[in-house]
């Protein structure tokens, strides 16, 4: 079965340092992946998507993420964490064979510290 | 151009009533997705309809339907609510398929007690 696993909850970092938000992914296909992120108290807004073209993919506000066959992952990353970057992240993989059916993670929440 | 809008955005409902919400996709997308989210469970796929069709279905009682009109706006209906459908119900639109981007909306928050 195709899945997604987030591997951590909560992540915490501090202003301008790295941000990597892992994301390890199940599929017995090539899979269509993306990072949506979501503040509080609103919908969610796509970061970025693979869908096997480049296997580094860039999004929105400084994120990317790296496609990883061999390692089964799709983490994603950010160079500096600014404040605004706090809100829950969640990895999705779409499932064609169930019509395009979206699989969220169970998501990670990132808080940044000035 | 609007985004995805829905209403209401807060409702309070006892057990055993029954609620409607309502979703309007962006101008021109045909399809439109919903999902629950609870801190429990996270974010989990209800249903999708495209051209007034249901397409897609999550794993969910029957309680849970929805439908969607000829101008592409949608709602579901709950029925004889529970304490566990107290959540964040989530509406997507995308312009053809699910398998494009998919925009969401800021979400119906429900409370039931």
């Known amino acids: 079965a195709q899945s997604v696993t987030q591997l951590d909850s909560h992540v915490s970092v501090s202003e301008g340092t790295p941000v990597l938000l892992r994301c390890n992914y199940s599929s017995s296909y090539s899979p269509s992946l993306f990072w949506y992120v979501q503040h509080p108290n609103k919908g969610l807004q796509l970061l970025l998507k693979?869908?096997?073209?480049?296997?580094l993919v860039k999004g929105i506000n400084g994120f990317e993420a790296e496609f990883k066959k061999s390692e089964t992952s799709f983490h994603l990353t950010k160079p500096s964490a600014h404040m605004s970057d706090a809100a829950e992240y969640f990895c999705?993989?779409?499932?064609?064979?169930?019509?395009?059916?979206?699989?969220f993670g169970q998501g990670t929440e990132l808080s940044v510290k000035p | 151009k609007a985004g995805v809008t829905q209403t209401p955005r807060y409702l309070i409902k006892t057990r055993g009533q029954q609620v409607t919400l309502s979703c309007s996709p962006i101008?021109?997308?045909?399809?439109v997705s919903w999902y629950q989210q609870t801190p429990g469970q996270g974010l989990q796929f209800l249903f999708e309809y495209f051209s007034e069709t249901q397409r897609n279905k999550g794993n969910f009682p029957g309680r849970f339907s929805g439908r969607q009109f000829s101008n592409s706006r949608s709602e579901m209906n709950v029925s004889t609510l529970e304490l566990g459908d107290s959540a964040l119900y989530l509406c997507?639109?995308?312009?053809?398929?699910?398998?494009?981007?998919?925009?969401f909306g800021p979400g119906t928050r429900l409370t039931v007690l």
């Open positions: 999705v993989v779409i499932l064609y064979n169930q019509g395009g059916k979206l699989i």
């Open positions: 101008s021109g997308h045909r399809s």
């Open positions: 997507a639109s995308s312009r053809d398929t699910s398998y494009n981007e998919q925009f």
């Open positions: 693979y869908t096997s073209a480049a296997t």
